[in-house]
């Protein structure tokens, strides 16, 4: 492979750009239709062209990656890039966490009475305040929930799940390091098992909340929060998934050496943060 | 996609000019053309974002209903911040970073040039889908229009309506690609330096674009929760602003502003770096205090995250939150003073000539003190509740705003246009544009401070007699500034089709202190640079 | 909304000798009588605090702006090169070119520290929750203030007086203020029913936002007779221009005459209300009317055809020409997440009935429903 004395590799003009910025542009031109009830045709061509792009996009970057282009400060370029990446979606969680904690700890006491501002529970006579929100202020437009999800049975199995697929996919890259490749699969094709079982019980999850405990996106507060951090979370691990199958498929193509398999680390470092999140969100949202 | 493989690793087509055609731009990888874009596509915006606030002006020349209905109104005041803002100042700082960083630091090119193109071509994506944002409410399923001002605050941005998505998606997109910006910003700097390049050589502009992209990666991914969640409660039932709910609308002020404050730094810090370029060059002696300076614009950047609720004095916080946010912003006047401080200090026993860059840094020093000051005024809580919400606020804002980055942004335009095109801006006209353009902007904006005092609310439509004086000399004022602008495009496009050439190092200073390494190649330089990693003195 | 030709031409004119005049007083280099530069001038403690204050800091960035401009120039003079200055390139490396920088920090630090003690002083002012003597609760709505008087169980619509742009108290006057007492210590509870708006009366006192589902506190002694004037000052929307504030300070004796007048008028309107008269269709719709023209024509427009888009027409429209149960629900319960609020808070029985009347029988509505107060309070 390349040593760094030689030029950094600049690609040739390319059309992966434009075509990734109409994508998304189209992709939520279609979400703004569909939210206002007009189509949604538009969202799904978006989405099409986006999946197209990622095919294509990456597909070449695979394929000037193992033709040999990329020297070792490429490869440190795209560490690099990964981790800032990394640490904007970090920064994206951590405002739904605090966005959790100031409505526990100010708001909701706030309407419920406590301190100086708890006048404003003069508005809302009879609300007292728990957590989990369960009696809401005003339930006029939201559904009660009957009950809040518990810290044990499903979200406990789906911690172990997730912290197994770290250890598998640690112990798949000990075999790519040792260059043994079946070891290296075997240990993928585990954890994209295992993030499938996590989504899997996670849909359980929630048709189970949605069925029988009336715990909805309109359930005030409690669904609210619940909703939009194990939503996006949810929606990590699936894109987290996606590309876990990709490297898989690659490493059973060959791809990869010892020393030279960024691909594989930016996505091993992209479902260790989806690990962290969730461990994080088993804590803050099921479990306090 | 890529051609032959020569044996030392790459391209072929690089020994050659730019690629032919209009692929050149929309397909481009190079930091250059990219740069280009972005500075065009600023340019652009800016005349859009003035346009608007002519349209505001005129509207507020005297009272009663003229040329707008109210909803309108506050609908072009929203797209006018927005679009400036995202579109005019933000864009423009990249462009330059795009354009210099590498030159500067010695790298042939950004660290990931596609996603650099990428970052690029979502801003006019984003900006077709905010004027669309305008344009839907004229239609009967457009709904209400998006009269909530740039801040968005629910619930009125809940009542809004088709308009108010766009606003979220625009956000998204724009919030994507500084992201992916700021990104290969930090990357090229941290990785593409020239051997020799040591932390302590770079140029000072460098060094604010680090901190500002650093601000960028921690402050975006916030509003885009944020808006987020406003989209989630206007459509799919959650109640993360409404009360009764167990929501509180204020979350959302809180979550824009932690945005928004560290925001104006991103705005300003760009320009303070092209400041500490220019001084040392027209002063012909090196910047004062290197050091300090870099370290007080990290500990700016990090002071500046811990002080978002001083724009929310009156949403009622306890006691002891109010005074925290009082005394560190005040605290903010350490660093920012510094940094003036030690401009005014590279002046100090320099030799200067007054060439239009240097007129306007000096215009700078000057007024954004000014507008420091009134910020400060702001920032002491009690007096804040009289000021809040009122032309006060615009006035401190615009004077930030305008000499604290787009002023920076047009001195920066001249003193690198001899190195983008390779020929000298008409110096004349320069001066005149300078003398223009200062002078109309104290007359639109000096007496908003007067008509704020005596309490006239912002974001609204119409007034009352007490307040005609200073709209009317506002207004005049502001049309006068607004034409400056067309004088400003057609310097840049003489200069780009001729004039006097520009030598290597059109500016006798530009050499002293830290400088970058873009005075060491040609004007214009070649389309390729550094292919081979530059010595460094 | 929009002003008649007329109007502007007048206000014009008016706008164009104003500024003829400033021009000639500045020049004459004095400053035009009514031409208002600095903060109105306070009457309540409070706001005498919060002025001083705010002088204090005003003379601070003067001082602060003068220093900077005399260094500057004092650099531009003396340190050119068209004066055949040489630059001292080793002055960054003497002893103030190491060391300068730490000048800055404890000048700055010392500033600060004289704006902080009095700003945190009038702060804690500010937050002093004490006993009031009485208490009012200001609800902002879309788009105009209620006034609760809590101790003496009386409330006051204040709407928008609609004047000519060129009248002294365009978009400031109210038909029906505030009226308090001098001299006794008032608590304000501020909050909203629809969108956040804001209280605001510099000369009595600070501004503090009114939040939907939230209260806020201030408080104030106003210390003088007279009418004081504010404006809404959080952006709410299409009329965030139209809601004025205007306050009546009155000597005790006066408040007390005023106070006892009110609640004489509001006790014969509930009572009204409340009797089982039969109320015939043309009294509802004089009545309607006029409340029709005073709490709804800001949004459905006196013409009844709404803004499009906006604020729906109720010019046959499906639910002011339909069942009678579905028109009185969304009146007085509103309808969530839009600007229609919910009016049965605010209105009474023979109110709402008549306004229902009064809609389902204009504008080529011809339902010919007459509703009677009863259905009003069965709709609650
Ligand atoms: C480039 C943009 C920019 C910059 C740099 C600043 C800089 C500052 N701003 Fe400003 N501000 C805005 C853009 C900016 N602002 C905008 C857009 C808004 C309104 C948003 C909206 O509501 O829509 C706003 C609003 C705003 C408010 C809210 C007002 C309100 O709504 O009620 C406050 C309050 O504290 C404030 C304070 C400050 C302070 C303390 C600084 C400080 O950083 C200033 C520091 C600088 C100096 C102090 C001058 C130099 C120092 C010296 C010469 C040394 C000596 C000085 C002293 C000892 C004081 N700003
Ligand atoms: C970088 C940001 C930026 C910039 C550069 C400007 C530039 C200007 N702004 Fe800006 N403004 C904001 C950011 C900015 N503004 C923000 C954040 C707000 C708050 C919004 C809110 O409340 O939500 C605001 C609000 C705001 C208001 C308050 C509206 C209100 O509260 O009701 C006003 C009113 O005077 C105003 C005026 C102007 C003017 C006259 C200019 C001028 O500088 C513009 C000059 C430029 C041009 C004019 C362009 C060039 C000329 C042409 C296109 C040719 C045509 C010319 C003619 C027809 C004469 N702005
Ligand atoms: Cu109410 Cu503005
Ligand atoms: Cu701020």
Not at chain 1, 125 to 134: A, H, L, Q, R
Not at chain 2, 159 to 172: K, P, R
Not at chain 3, 346 to 354: F, R, S, T, W, Y
Request: glycine share 10%.
């Amino acid at each position: 492979m390349s040593t760094t004395k030689e030029a950094y590799y600049i690609p040739d003009p390319s059309p992966w750009p434009i075509i990734a910025a109409l994508g998304i542009f189209t992709m939520l031109l279609g979400v703004v239709l569909w939210v206002n009830d007009i189509t949604s045709m538009v969202m799904w061509v978006g989405l099409l062209m986006l999946s197209g792009l990622f095919y294509g996009w990456f597909g070449a970057v695979i394929s000037e990656s193992q033709s040999g282009k990329y020297s070792a400060k490429v490869d440190i370029s795209f560490r690099q890039g990964m981790f800032w990446f990394i640490a904007s979606e970090v920064f994206f969680f951590l405002t739904f966490f605090g966005c959790l904690f100031y409505l526990r700890t100010i708001t909701l006491p706030y309407l419920g009475g406590e301190g100086q501002l708890g006048k404003s529970n003069m508005l809302w006579e009879g609300f007292t305040y728990t957590w989990p929100v369960i009696q809401l202020p005003d339930a006029t437009n939201y559904v009660e929930p009957k009950e809040a999800m518990g810290p044990w049975g499903l979200p406990l199995i789906n911690t172990l799940i997730l912290l197994t697929s770290g250890a598998t996919i640690t112990w798949a890259h000990w075999g790519l390091q040792k260059e043994n490749r079946q070891q290296l699969v075997k240990g993928m094709a585990m954890t994209v098992g295992l993030g499938v079982l996590f989504l899997i019980c996670q849909a359980y999850e929630y048709s189970h909340a949605y069925a029988e405990l009336d715990l909805q996106l309109d359930s005030g507060i409690y669904g609210s929060t619940f909703y939009m951090l194990t939503g996006f979370h949810g929606f990590h691990v699936t894109i987290g998934t996606i590309m876990l199958i990709v490297i898989m498929l690659r490493s059973m193509k060959g791809h990869f050496t010892p020393k030279h398999h960024f691909a594989f680390e930016g996505v091993a470092w992209y479902w260790h943060f989806v690990d962290v999140v969730w461990v994080a969100l088993y804590i803050f949202v099921y479990w306090l | 996609m890529s051609s032959a493989v020569t044996a030392n690793g790459h391209d072929e087509a690089h020994h050659h000019g730019p690629p032919k055609g209009i692929g050149r731009w929309l397909f481009s990888t190079n930091h250059k053309d990219i740069g280009t874009m972005y500075l065009f596509f600023s340019l652009i915006m800016l005349l859009l974002g003035g346009a608007m606030a002519m349209l505001i002006r005129a509207e507020l020349f005297m009272p009663g209903l003229q040329l707008l209905e109210p909803d309108l109104y506050n609908n072009l005041v929203t797209n006018h911040a927005l679009i400036m803002v995202f579109g005019a100042v933000m864009p423009a700082g990249v462009g330059l970073a795009n354009w210099m960083i590498p030159m500067m630091i010695g790298a042939p090119d950004m660290a990931l040039p596609r996603l650099n193109n990428l970052s690029f071509w979502l801003l006019p994506m984003a900006a077709i889908m905010l004027v669309s944002s305008m344009i839907v409410p004229f239609f009967p399923f457009g709904g209400g229009a998006v009269n909530t001002g740039w801040t968005l605050y629910p619930p009125l941005s809940v009542q809004a309506g088709m308009g108010m998505d766009l606003v979220i998606f625009t956000v998204h997109i724009l919030g994507i690609s500084s992201i992916l910006g700021s990104i290969n910003i930090i990357t090229t700097i941290v990785n593409m330096r020239a051997p020799d390049m040591t932390w302590f050589k770079l140029p000072i502009f460098v060094w604010a674009w680090l901190f500002t992209a650093f601000l960028l990666i921690l402050i975006l991914p916030v509003l885009a929760g944020g808006v987020t969640m406003l989209l989630f409660d206007r459509h799919f039932g959650t109640s993360f602003f409404d009360a009764a709910g167990g929501g509180d609308p204020v979350l959302f002020q809180h979550l824009f502003w932690f945005f928004g404050h560290p925001e104006v730094y991103v705005l300003l810090l760009p320009s303070i770096g092209v400041l500490g370029m220019i001084i040392p060059t027209f002063a012909r002696k090196p910047l004062f205090g290197y050091k300090p300076l870099i370290f007080f614009m990290g500990f700016l950047a990090i002071l500046g995250m811990v002080v978002w609720a001083h724009h929310q004095y009156t949403i009622g916080m306890s006691l002891n939150t109010t005074t925290y946010f009082m005394i560190g912003t005040i605290l903010i006047s350490i660093p920012v003073g510094l940094m003036l401080f030690n401009f005014m200090c590279t002046m100090w026993r320099g030799s200067m000539t007054f060439e239009t860059p240097m007129l306007f840094a000096i215009s700078i020093i000057l007024m954004f003190s000014f507008a420091g000051v009134t910020g400060v005024m702001l920032a002491v809580v009690p007096a804040d509740l009289q000021y809040h919400d009122t032309y006060f606020v615009v006035a401190h804002f615009h004077y930030a705003l305008i000499p604290g980055s787009v002023l920076g942004l047009f001195a920066a335009t001249f003193y690198w246009l001899p190195k983008w095109t390779g020929n000298m801006y008409d110096e004349k006209l320069g001066k005149i544009f300078f003398w223009w353009n200062v002078i109309s902007f104290n007359i639109t904006f000096f007496p908003q401070h007067f008509s704020g005092l005596a309490g006239m609310p912002r974001r609204i439509v119409d007034y009352s007699g007490q307040f005609v004086e200073f709209n009317v000399i506002s207004s005049l004022g502001a049309f006068m500034f607004g034409v400056s602008h067309l004088l400003f495009a057609y310097i840049i496009i003489k200069t780009i089709r001729g004039g006097e050439k520009a030598p290597d190092k059109p500016w006798e200073g530009g050499q002293i202190g830290t400088p970058g390494l873009e005075w060491t190649v040609s004007s214009p330089p070649p389309f390729h640079t550094f292919e081979t990693p530059p010595a460094v003195k | 909304m929009k002003a008649d030709k007329g109007n502007s031409m007048q206000s014009c004119k008016k706008t164009l000798q104003k500024t003829a005049g400033i021009a000639g007083l500045l020049g004459a280099g004095s400053v035009h009588a009514d031409l208002a530069l600095n903060l109105p001038e306070p009457v309540s403690p409070l706001a005498i605090e919060i002025y001083d204050l705010h002088m204090l800091t005003a003379k601070m960035a003067l001082y602060i702006m003068i220093v900077v401009t005399a260094i500057i120039i004092y650099s531009l003079v003396k340190f050119r090169k068209s004066e055949g200055y040489v630059a001292d390139q080793k002055f960054h490396e003497g002893l103030f070119g190491r060391f300068g920088w730490i000048l800055v920090p404890v000048i700055v630090l010392g500033i600060d520290a004289t704006i902080a003690g009095p700003g945190m002083k009038t702060l804690n002012n500010v937050e002093d929750y004490s006993e009031p003597d009485m208490t009012v609760k200001v609800v902002g709505s879309q788009w105009k203030w209620t006034y609760e008087y809590l101790d003496d169980d009386l409330r006051i619509v204040s709407n928008l007086k609609k004047l000519d742009p060129s009248d002294e108290l365009y978009l400031r006057d109210v038909d029906n203020p505030l009226v308090l007492p001098i001299n006794k210590r008032v608590r304000f509870l501020h909050t909203a029913t629809d969108v956040l708006h804001a209280w605001w009366v510099p000369e009595i006192v600070y501004k503090k936002d009114s939040i939907p589902g939230y209260i806020n506190e201030t408080w104030t002694i106003i210390e003088k007779e007279g009418t004081y004037r504010g404006q809404c000052a959080e952006n709410c929307g299409t009329g965030h221009a139209y809601m004025p504030i205007v306050v009546k300070a009155l000597s005790q004796e006066k408040y007390d005459v005023w106070l006892a007048g009110q609640k004489q008028a509001s006790a014969a309107a509930a009572a009204e209300a409340a009797s089982d008269k039969e109320w015939s269709k043309a009294e509802l719709m004089t009545r309607g009317e006029e409340l029709y023209n005073k709490n709804c024509a800001a949004c459905h427009q006196a013409n009844g055809a709404g803004i499009p888009g906006v604020f729906p027409g109720l010019v046959g429209s499906p639910i002011a020409t339909g069942p009678v149960g579905g028109h009185l629900d969304i009146v007085v319960k509103g309808k969530a997440g839009s600007a229609m609020a919910a009016w049965g808070a605010q209105l009474n029985d023979l109110e709402i009935a008549a306004i229902v009347t009064f809609e389902r029988n204009s504008w080529g509505n011809d339902t010919g429903d007459i509703v009677q107060p009863a259905a009003a309070k069965a709709a609650r």
